[in-house]
């Protein structure tokens, strides 16, 4: 079964500096894709960002971007530029055969201005 | 117009009622899935329905029945509520791309409170 691992419970950032939530994961398939969700207080799931593993090209969204390590089975999510808006919960996720989606437990992302 | 939606929003309610959850979507998509997510705030898949099809049942207690009458919906109805299930319930949607889950797109969550 796949699992994805999300070891930064908490993480905190200056407003406009960068910083990066870290993902691992455990699968043995070859297709698949990887998200980032964001959850802020409103409770609603925001997809931030995508990625398909058959492309080597890291996926980016604005001042979101993602460093996909394939072997490594690694997927971090770097946010440019942050601003308050950012402060949420971001949930790692992984979708592959089964379906559904993996999540990993969060990182809680804390701006300080 | 909004993607995903789910009545109601917020619910409270006794141990041992009988509730139900509903979810509509209008992006088009074929597949619709309920998540739980704990107060720790993990998620974890509970059903999913693929063209009214039940495709993924989780080990879910049985007081737990999901129905989806159409492609747009996915309803979820809990019988003899127990205080444990006190959670947020998320419905989603997605298009099947080669027999793979693709984007999934969420509802505003139901707070569910049993008392």
């Known amino acids: 079964a796949q699992t994805v691992t999300q070891s930064q419970p908490e993480m905190s950032v200056q407003e406009a500096e960068t910083v990066t939530l870290s993902c691992t994961y455990d699968?043995?398939?070859?297709?698949?894709?990887l998200f980032w969700y964001k959850q802020p207080p409103s409770r609603q799931m925001i997809l931030v960002i995508r990625?398909?593993?058959?492309?080597?090209q890291n996926a980016t969204e604005n001042r979101f971007s993602v460093n996909f390590q394939k072997a490594a089975k690694s997927f971090s999510l770097k946010i440019s530029d942050s601003q308050l808006g950012d402060a949420a919960m971001y949930f790692c996720?992984?979708?592959?055969?089964?379906?559904?989606?993996?999540f990993g437990q969060g990182t809680r992302l804390t701006i300080n201005p | 117009d909004t993607a995903v939606s789910q009545t109601p929003k917020y619910l409270v309610t006794q141990m041992g009622n009988d509730k139900s959850i509903k979810c509509e979507q209008n992006?088009?998509?074929?597949?619709m899935y309920w998540y739980k997510q704990d107060s720790k705030k993990f998620l974890k898949i509970m059903f999913s329905?693929?063209?009214?099809?039940?495709?993924i049942n989780e080990t879910v207690p049985n007081r737990f029945s999901p129905k989806s009458p159409d492609k747009a919906h996915l309803n979820l109805h809990i019988n003899s509520l127990e205080l444990g299930d006190s959670a947020v319930y998320f419905c989603?949607?997605?298009?099947?791309?080669?027999?793979?889950?693709?984007?999934?797109?969420f509802g505003p969550g139901t707070r569910l409170t049993v008392l």
């Open positions: 989603a949607s997605s298009q099947m791309t080669s027999g793979r889950g693709d984007t999934q797109y």
């Open positions: 699968t043995s398939e070859s297709d698949y894709y």
């Open positions: 990625q398909e593993a058959y492309k080597q």
């Open positions: 996720a992984y979708a592959g055969g089964a379906q559904k989606l993996v």
């Open positions: 992006l088009g998509h074929d597949t």
């Open positions: 329905y693929n063209n009214k099809e039940l495709i």
